[in-house]
């Protein structure tokens, strides 16, 4: 027996998928060799990466062995302590001009990423407990439980944190069968709410969607951080500067590089060719946990697995679109490659999930 069988069994017993658990692998390497860059080659972010990651792992393993049983019988008291979770951030959250944190003194940790999993958890369990696709009350109820989750984490504010979660939870919606005259009356009230929504954004959210609009309206303000991001996507050109030889990062150019815009140090040092090498992998894994949902004949697996998807895409989507100037800065990081704890640990659990569900799809119930 080869050692790649043998390593392949070897996860499959602790019910972990051996093509998922490689492009991750992959993809966190490629992230923390990037970071050691983007970090002005300090060893520490990348040692203090590698910890949460590695957090972020041994909650992947400890998730892929809950039965599904109990993710049914969970799911309603994990919403219900992430929305207390969110609502207590509120008064007592910590952070610079935004409260997004709990700080417990060892570690501080953000509510708002708890209910990327735990939304679409509640959602699929109530939604797979009734007739498929939803009626029009269960698709309000769904409905009103993103708003609410969604709006909690907008007035902290985090507006890229309510737009993650917000789509993985609409995402569960859709894919438990929304028929398409819900879906266009669901549209309208979006576009019809609009106006109220401006009108309640902070002075600079408005004034990020306008610099987005037009960065040259304050180049050495609120347009610099894009102007400067753009400046370093385009000058990797075909194959890049080379590992350690970005100038915008390393001259301080580009603000936050080893956060939000990571993206930016990756596609100025490896340029074209190591940008597509990464969004492939990020494809990759789309298209993996894809599959594993759909060898599942479960309806609440499949919800789950699919919202945690989507959100995921929409977390690459936005963070590229954004560090390339298509869209808002919006403050989503780059997924399993930006500095961060708190969202690595959660990316990483959510995986776990996915996998644990999968591993029992011949034994619903257990």
Not at 18 to 35: D, E, N, Q, Y
Not at 138 to 166: K, M
Not at 211 to 235: C, H, M, Y
Not at 311 to 322: G, L, P, T, W
């Amino acid at each position: 027996m080869s050692l790649q069988r043998i390593g392949a069994n070897g996860l499959s017993l602790i019910r972990l998928d051996a093509i998922l658990m490689g492009l991750l692998g992959l993809l966190m390497l490629i992230g923390l060799a990037v970071l050691y860059s983007a970090g002005e080659q300090d060893a520490s972010l990348v040692v203090n990466q590698s910890i949460r990651l590695g957090v972020g792992l041994a909650a992947m393993l400890v998730l892929a062995q809950v039965p599904k049983r109990l993710w049914l019988l969970w799911a309603p008291y994990l919403f219900g302590l992430a929305l207390a979770m969110l609502l207590v951030v509120e008064w007592v959250g910590v952070g610079r001009g935004a409260q997004r944190w709990l700080d417990f003194g060892v570690i501080r940790f953000q509510p708002s990423e708890a209910m990327k999993i735990t939304l679409p958890l509640v959602l699929a369990a109530y939604l797979s407990e009734r007739p498929l696709p939803p009626s029009l009350m269960p698709t309000l109820i769904s409905v009103v439980l993103v708003g609410i989750s969604s709006g909690l984490i907008l007035v902290q504010p985090d507006l890229g944190t309510a737009i993650l979660v917000g789509t993985g939870g609409l995402a569960v919606v859709f894919l438990a069968g929304l028929r398409w005259r819900m879906i266009a009356g669901l549209g309208a009230l979006v576009m019809a709410a609009l106006p109220a929504m401006w009108l309640n954004l902070r002075d600079y959210q408005k004034n990020r969607i306008l610099t987005f609009l037009d960065p040259e309206r304050d180049p050495l303000g609120q347009g610099w951080n894009i102007i400067q991001s753009k400046i370093a996507v385009g000058s990797g050109g075909w194959s890049g500067t080379g590992w350690l030889s970005g100038s915008q990062s390393h001259l301080e150019f580009l603000p936050e590089p080893h956060t939000d815009f990571i993206f930016s140090v990756l596609a100025e040092e490896f340029g074209w060719l190591g940008v597509m090498a990464v969004l492939v992998i990020y494809a990759l894994i789309i298209i993996r946990c894809l599959q594993l949902a759909h060898q599942c004949t479960d309806p609440f697996a499949r919800l789950v697995i699919g919202g945690i998807v989507v959100s995921f895409f929409v977390y690459v989507v936005v963070n590229v679109s954004m560090v390339s100037g298509l869209l808002p800065v919006v403050g989503v990081p780059l997924p399993l490659m930006s500095y961060g704890g708190t969202s690595a640990v959660t990316l990483l659990a959510g995986f776990g999930l996915i996998q644990g569900l999968h591993s029992r799809r011949r034994f619903m119930g257990h």
